[in-house]
């Protein structure tokens, strides 16, 4: 059975940093292409940054470029979200999720954690 399991959430005021960690169990990490999405209140799920097996060329929401920092270890079968310059509107539950295909426009997420909450005051 795969589990994703995220920690590092909480409360932070804005311009401040968190770091979101993801620990994942029941596969071959190494061969998982890693996600991590959000949702805010009364809106969708979106995406906010994904890495492949390797960790090279990650891609990023333009809402998020050059503040979060998505990255991997394979060894500790563990994907990160470093965030950064954190602002109110990036309140929202973080999810990470993983999926067989090693690429960011192919294949569908199958494994999801249970979220975390990210909440930045003003």
């Known amino acids: 059975q795969v589990q994703l399991v995220e920690s590092g959430g909480g409360l932070v005021q804005a311009g401040g940093s968190l770091r979101l960690s993801c620990a994942v169990s029941g596969r071959t990490f190494s061969r998982t292409f890693m996600g991590w999405f959000r949702q805010a209140p009364g809106k969708e799920r979106d995406f906010v940054a994904s890495?492949?097996?390797?960790?090279?060329?990650?891609r990023y929401a333009d809402s998020v470029k050059d503040r979060f920092t998505i990255s991997r270890d394979n060894a500790k079968s563990t994907v990160y979200l470093q965030m950064n310059s954190l602002k109110p509107e990036d309140t929202a539950v973080y999810y990470c999720?993983?999926?067989?295909?090693?690429?960011?426009?192919?294949?569908?997420?199958?494994?999801w954690g249970q979220g975390t909450q990210v909440t930045v005051s003003s």
């Open positions: 999720a993983g999926k067989d295909e090693n690429s960011h426009f192919r294949g569908t997420y199958n494994y």
């Open positions: 890495i492949s097996w390797s960790g090279v060329s990650p």
